[in-house]
């Protein structure tokens, strides 16, 4: 069976690649041409065309007649076509739309077709190496045994991830937020770098409060990946990331077909995850909005471990760890030390934040009547705020602390965080609009990994030639974690000193995100509060993992001693 499947997916692979060939070639033009065109006075010294110059106007001018060829997708989703939205949402909705009609000429849901099958038939045929998980003795209590014990991340529940997060891609189901998978539709509509002679003239403006601060911080990754984009070469950019996207989705399909622990299967993988992070970094620059670094962060690590999840529990052990630990608690930790930041203390508690984050949002909203009784009610929003800063604050730093419990209590703790979050990213689309879909996959292999734990007694002995690997990949997840920590310490920092206005924000968005959307300053806004509030938690949290590891330690050389004297 699996000889007959490989040459279908092959088959199929080719059929794509060729359909992306042809597209290079003949250098589609997109739907709709601009019609005015920018005086060649307003055109700067370093600009390559007028388009560069103010993207935004560029992409607005199709805004219009999209929307008039779409009124029943509008009509739909009302918070997908407000015209008060920024630029950056009517990009987004207008490429989702163009992938899904166009994307090698039958459009991407189509694709689900291939996906399904290829998931159906590889984790039919996935089993777990039972002599791997029978024969395990505990080794030294150590830093590496910290970060491999704990939910353990399968090769099945990998599998069943990367196949909802490419039906999360094909389906468009991220809209309004930006879609990895429409980066060519992106570029073919912009047709230009999304930042703009000055801020109010890139996609990115609407996304920064007050002097739009944070926009120097963000790295111009366009500028790397397609130094001369104009609307001469957008055609060709466009269709080069076309033909990587299909090999993305090829590749992707392959290892859904393939054992995990076959070479071509990580090759495959490996392939995938590159194309993935490189379009989805693109995206962030047209669209600056953190929805995708999760994802990036944890098929990154996924893909550095890939070869030992399928017979070493201590790998699977140590991939849940980095998912719970280095990537989704300090995101959302950030998000809720964010909004203590810049909303201030009084603001948070009171639910006055989130009163005007409604209002602005109303248009958005798929209930606009909830959401001005919401408003209208005081008490409604505090409770509301509360739940926000339960999710973003307090629950994610429980888990941190207890990330080396095995006990009921961390177990059960993970879970309620997981499952209110999972509700709050639910609400939010419904209330507010945005669309954090991307996060309920990781969220649900995190809980399956919570109630499927390695504990102390399964994490297999290293052997002495493996422990360089396991320091690489220990210190690896240790420097996300304290990167995450420093991200938001730098800016404090560089609002206490001056660097960066009291009224702006400081999110370079990629690679790691301060997470500051849906907050601006208020007359609670204290800086140095917010930074003594987190050196509190640093030194806190590095204190507590220092006493597990050495505690440990300490219980590994009693049972050494006991087994010595008996």
């Known amino acids: 069976m699996l000889r007959m499947t490989l040459p279908v997916c092959l088959a199929l692979a080719f059929l794509s690649s060729s359909s992306s060939f042809c597209a290079a070639f003949s250098r589609p033009r997109p739907k709709f041409q601009l019609e005015a065109k920018l005086t060649e006075t307003e055109v700067g010294p ?30 739909l989703f009302r918070g997908l076509c407000p015209d008060s939205t920024a630029t950056a949402f009517k990009v987004t909705a207008m490429a989702t739309a163009d992938c899904l009609e166009n994307m090698l000429g039958i459009g991407s849901g189509w694709f689900v077709l291939a996906v399904l099958p290829c998931a159906a038939f590889g984790l039919s045929r996935q089993e777990v190496d039972k002599a791997a998980v029978g024969l395990c003795r505990q080794g030294p209590g150590s830093c590496v045994d910290w970060w491999s014990r704990g939910p353990q991340i399968t090769p099945v529940s990998l599998k069943v991830f990367l196949t909802v997060l490419l039906l999360i891609e094909l389906l468009g189901l991220q809209a309004p937020q930006s879609d990895v998978f429409t980066l060519p539709e992106t570029i073919r509509r912009v047709r230009a770098h999304p930042y703009g002679r000055t801020p109010e003239l890139g996609l990115r403006w609407g996304f920064a409060c007050g002097d739009d601060g944070d926009a120097g911080l963000m790295p111009r990754l366009t500028y790397i990946f397609m130094p001369n984009l104009n609307d001469a070469t957008a055609d060709s950019y466009a269709s080069m990331f076309s033909i990587l996207r299909t090999s993305l989705l090829a590749s992707w399909c392959a290892f859904l077909v393939l054992p995990c622990n076959w ?26 909005y953190c929805v995708s670094v999760c994802t990036c962060l944890f098929l990154v690590a996924a893909a550095c471990i890939l070869p030992s999840l399928e017979k070493s529990p201590r790998a699977r052990a140590w991939l849940g760890m980095f998912l719970m630990v280095s990537t989704l608690a300090p995101f959302y930790l950030s998000s809720g030390l964010a909004k203590l930041r810049y909303a201030g203390w009084a603001s948070v508690l009171s639910g006055s934040w989130l009163t ?120 690896f997840a240790t420097a996300l974690l304290v990167l995450w920590m420093c991200n938001a310490l730098w800016s404090d920092f560089d609002h206490i000193f001056g660097a960066t206005p009291r009224a702006s924000h400081h999110d370079m968005q990629w690679p790691l995100p301060e997470m500051s959307m849906f907050t601006s300053t208020s007359a609670s806004t204290n800086y140095v509060r917010s930074l003594s509030l987190e050196i509190a938690i640093a030194v806190a949290l590095s204190g507590k993992v220092c006493y597990d590891i050495s505690r440990a330690a300490s219980a590994v050389k009693g049972e050494q001693a006991d087994s010595c004297t008996g």
């Not at 103010?54 to 007649?65: D, I």
């Not at 090759?267 to 047209?286: D, K, P, Q, R, T």
């Not at 997981?418 to 209330?431: E, P, R």
């Not at 649900?444 to 493996?466: C, F, K, Y």
């Open 356 to 475: 005007q984050v409604l209002q602005s949002a109303s248009d958005r909203s798929a209930v606009p009547g909830f959401v001005e009784w919401i408003v209208k009610t005081p008490v409604v929003a505090a409770v509301m705020s509360f739940g926000v800063l339960l999710v973003e604050f307090l629950l994610p730093l429980s888990v941190l602390f207890l990330a080396s419990s095995s006990s009921d209590l961390a177990c059960w703790l993970r879970t309620g965080w997981i499952l209110l979050t999972t509700f709050f990213h639910i609400a939010t689309i419904v209330i507010v609009g945005p669309n954090f879909a991307r996060q309920l996959p990781l969220l649900m292999m995190l809980l399956h990994g919570v109630w499927h734990p390695v504990r102390s007694t399964d994490a297999e002995a290293i052997d002495p030639e493996q422990m360089t690997s396991w320091a690489r990949r220990v210190s």
């Open 46 to 75: 370093n600009d390559v065309a007028p388009s560069n110059v103010a993207p935004a106007a560029w992409a607005e001018q199709e805004w219009p007649e999209w929307k008039r060829s779409h009124r029943r997708i509008c009509s």
């Open 263 to 288: 070479a071509s299967s990580w090759a495959c993988f490996v392939w995938g995850v590159v194309v993935y992070v490189v379009m989805a970094s693109l995206g962030i620059m047209y669209q600056p």
